[in-house]
């Protein structure tokens, strides 16, 4: 049963809302408004949570505001393109298409952008678990949520710099953070590998077991308290004068008063549509599972090759790489079989057998400034976009989608959401 202090408060004004993509982002935010009592449908042409909302690394992990363009991260492009177990990769036929991304991208190093990102992440997300926990308590989930912490594992104590540009961000936002020696390494990870003799700890971060499980708990949810899931594909905006009427369809054409924009990837599609056009690019990723019944405490990042290994129901999930190809493209198997070595050399109890494993490749809706696009079109401001979010969706979605609902209902946000602006770089086209 729903808690209204813990959830929501009802909406003065209800509204039919249409809610485009049934990710963690789209699900979230339709259940939210829903249980304000909106009248909500929610829309996609794919079974939900079957995107990047399936394959993701499963961690709810407020730590993760620092942006990836930062001052110097384009001296490391080149190490990484080189090392096949690297966490980067590029299809080079895909880089004229990528110019626009990498443009911005190198903006959003400059002078005081990467703290103003840094500053703007952590209104979002620093406090994900807490944001999260009223949800799954409401809704019975919590059984799928442990909040035991992130480890960021080094090789080598010297190769952590307190002063590197990335800490300094994360202990003025207020991330807390405790280094752990290579002995209470081996006590509190005693399947980790020895290699690894130094670690940060931080322990308001969380993960879940079983990402796909959230999802349909949450769509389950939403549907128990009168929410619609239709299997369709938006191909337009019904608008009238100012105000939008109805969602387009291949068919038919959804009455609506508001809509959302939550479709992943397939948002750069959708924007367009409205002559917003943003550098939101696919960063693939991939994992593999591997059935174990081997014990992890935390979920465990490399920090040298950024791969991260999290426990989940029935064996482990590795996941990592960004990979830039374009959309559309068959997957690279060879990198998630690279994510199993890497896996395995990070905790030498993990079987090799590679039958029993299985792989996944997801697109990531990517952003050249690690901020995702939240906020009215220009457009048209009874539309949405709440997509972008590239590797936080997961810790993201409730913040994200206590925002939306404040914006349905025109309320102010409870935090300032004008560095989501999604007009920060689009190009209007008329």
Same mark, same amino acid.
Request: charged share 20%.
């Given at each position: 049963?729903?808690?209204?202090?813990?959830?929501?408060?009802?909406?003065?004004?209800?509204?039919?809302?249409?809610?485009?993509? #049934?990710?963690?982002?789209?699900?979230?935010?339709?259940?939210?408004?829903?249980?304000? +009592?909106?009248?909500?449908?929610?829309?996609?042409?794919?079974?939900?949570?079957? +995107?990047?909302?399936?394959?993701?690394?499963?961690?709810?992990?407020? *730590? *993760?505001?620092?942006?990836?363009?930062?001052?110097?991260?384009?001296?490391?492009?080149?190490?990484? $393109?080189?090392?096949?177990? +690297?966490?980067?990769?590029?299809?080079?036929?895909?880089?004229?298409?990528?110019?626009?991304?990498?443009?911005?991208?190198?903006?959003?190093?400059?002078?005081?952008?990467?703290?103003?990102?840094?500053?703007?992440?952590?209104?979002?997300?620093? *406090?994900?678990?807490?944001?999260?926990?009223?949800?799954?308590?409401?809704?019975?989930?919590?059984?799928?949520?442990?909040?035991?912490?992130?480890?960021?594992?080094?090789?080598?104590?010297? #190769?952590?710099?307190?002063?590197?540009?990335?800490?300094?961000?994360?202990? =003025?936002?207020?991330?807390?953070?405790?280094?752990?020696?290579?002995? =209470?390494?081996?006590?509190? =990870?005693?399947?980790?590998?020895?290699?690894?003799?130094?670690?940060?700890?931080?322990?308001?971060?969380? @993960?879940?077991?079983?990402?796909?499980?959230?999802?349909?708990?949450?769509?389950?949810?939403?549907?128990?308290?009168?929410?619609? @899931?239709?299997?369709?594909?938006?191909?337009?905006?019904?608008?009238?004068?100012?105000?939008?009427?109805?969602?387009?369809?291949?068919?038919?054409?959804?009455?609506?008063?508001?809509?959302?924009?939550? #479709?992943?990837?397939?948002?750069?599609?959708?924007?367009?549509?409205?002559?917003?056009?943003?550098? $939101?690019?696919?960063?693939?990723?991939?994992?593999?599972?591997?059935?174990?019944?081997?014990?992890?405490?935390?979920?465990?990042?490399?920090?040298?090759?950024?791969?991260?290994?999290?426990?989940?129901?029935?064996?482990?999930?590795?996941? !990592?790489?960004?990979? @830039?190809?374009?959309?559309?493209?068959?997957?690279?198997?060879?990198?998630?079989?690279?994510?199993?070595?890497?896996?395995?050399?990070?905790?030498?109890?993990?079987?090799?057998?590679?039958?029993?494993? *299985?792989?996944?490749?997801?697109?990531?809706?990517?952003?050249?400034?690690?901020?995702?696009?939240?906020?009215?079109?220009?457009?048209? +401001?009874?539309?949405?976009?709440?997509?972008?979010?590239?590797?936080?969706?997961?810790?993201?979605?409730?913040?994200?989608?206590?925002?939306?609902?404040?914006?349905? !209902?025109?309320?102010?946000?409870?935090?300032?959401?004008?560095?989501?602006?999604?007009?920060?770089?689009?190009?209007?086209?008329?």
């Amino acid at each position: 049963m729903i808690q209204q202090n813990e959830v929501t408060v009802m909406s003065a004004t209800r509204r039919k809302v249409v809610v485009i993509g #049934a990710g963690i982002i789209g699900v979230t935010s339709a259940l939210v408004l829903q249980s304000e +009592g909106h009248h909500v449908t929610l829309i996609d042409p794919a079974e939900p949570g079957t +995107g990047a909302s399936f394959g993701n690394a499963g961690c709810f992990n407020s *730590s *993760s505001i620092v942006p990836l363009a930062l001052p110097g991260v384009l001296g490391k492009i080149p190490k990484w $393109l080189a090392d096949p177990s +690297g966490p980067l990769s590029i299809r080079w036929s895909h880089l004229p298409r990528l110019a626009p991304w990498l443009y911005h991208f190198l903006a959003a190093t400059r002078g005081q952008q990467p703290d103003r990102n840094a500053a703007a992440l952590s209104r979002l997300i620093g *406090s994900s678990v807490s944001n999260l926990e009223p949800l799954v308590r409401a809704f019975g989930l919590e059984h799928l949520v442990r909040r035991s912490g992130h480890l960021l594992a080094y090789r080598r104590e010297d #190769a952590f710099n307190p002063n590197d540009l990335a800490w300094r961000l994360r202990r =003025e936002n207020g991330i807390p953070f405790l280094e752990v020696r290579r002995e =209470e390494l081996a006590q509190i =990870e005693p399947a980790l590998s020895g290699d690894y003799r130094f670690a940060i700890r931080f322990p308001d971060n969380g @993960f879940t077991v079983d990402p796909k499980a959230l999802l349909d708990g949450f769509l389950k949810a939403f549907l128990s308290i009168g929410g619609s @899931f239709r299997h369709l594909q938006a191909t337009g905006f019904a608008i009238t004068g100012s105000s939008l009427t109805g969602i387009e369809t291949p068919h038919t054409t959804l009455p609506c008063e508001r809509a959302v924009i939550a #479709a992943g990837i397939g948002s750069g599609v959708l924007a367009r549509f409205l002559g917003e056009h943003l550098p $939101l690019q696919a960063e693939r990723g991939y994992h593999t599972f591997v059935p174990t019944d081997l014990r992890l405490n935390h979920s465990i990042m490399d920090a040298d090759l950024r791969f991260v290994a999290t426990p989940m129901n029935g064996g482990i999930r590795i996941a !990592g790489l960004a990979e @830039f190809a374009g959309n559309g493209r068959p997957p690279n198997w060879k990198f998630a079989s690279a994510l199993h070595e890497l896996g395995r050399g990070m905790l030498p109890g993990l079987p090799d057998d590679r039958k029993c494993a *299985s792989r996944w490749m997801g697109s990531r809706p990517s952003l050249p400034d690690s901020l995702p696009a939240i906020g009215r079109s220009h457009a048209c +401001g009874d539309i949405i976009h709440a997509f972008g979010h590239g590797h936080i969706g997961l810790t993201a979605a409730p913040k994200t989608a206590r925002i939306i609902a404040d914006l349905v !209902g025109d309320r102010p946000p409870s935090i300032d959401v004008s560095d989501f602006n999604p007009g920060r770089f689009a190009r209007r086209r008329h």
